[in-house]
């Protein structure tokens, strides 16, 4: 009923920068927190950035200083500015938004996912 399309991925140079987004569209009633995961291969999804409805923001230890996540409310969007970027931060970058459709019935939506290669 919500769907996620991502975009802003690709291949970087060690210390570039790159920038995600994410538009959300469908049944939207309301939107809580809007969130950027990554999955590394042979690791699991961890957490990279979140906002809350409120713009109260939570990062990741390993990229607190390099990366920022903003959101548009009017237009539904969540992006992550990735800066000085590095081998480690190689994943597939998954965009996750929370809310309700209508009052009382919540979602829990994900991207299909970015692939995020840092590499020289």
């Known amino acids: 009923q919500v769907q996620l399309v991502e975009s802003g991925g690709g291949l970087v140079q060690p210390g570039g920068s790159l920038r995600l987004s994410c538009a959300a569209s469908?049944?939207?009633?309301?939107?809580?927190?809007m969130g950027w995961y990554r999955q590394a291969p042979g690791k699991q999804r961890e957490l990279v950035a979140a906002?809350?409805?409120?713009?109260?923001?939570n990062y990741a230890d390993s990229v607190k200083g390099r990366f920022t996540i903003s959101r548009d409310n009017a237009k539904n969007m969540v992006y992550l500015e990735m800066n000085s970027l590095k081998p480690e931060d190689t994943a597939v970058y998954y965009c996750n938004v929370r809310g309700r459709v209508r009052i009382g019935v919540p979602y829990d939506s994900w991207g299909q996912g970015t692939q995020v290669t840092v590499s020289s």
């Open positions: 906002v809350t409805s409120f713009r109260s923001t």
């Open positions: 469908g049944s939207i009633f309301s939107i809580d927190a």
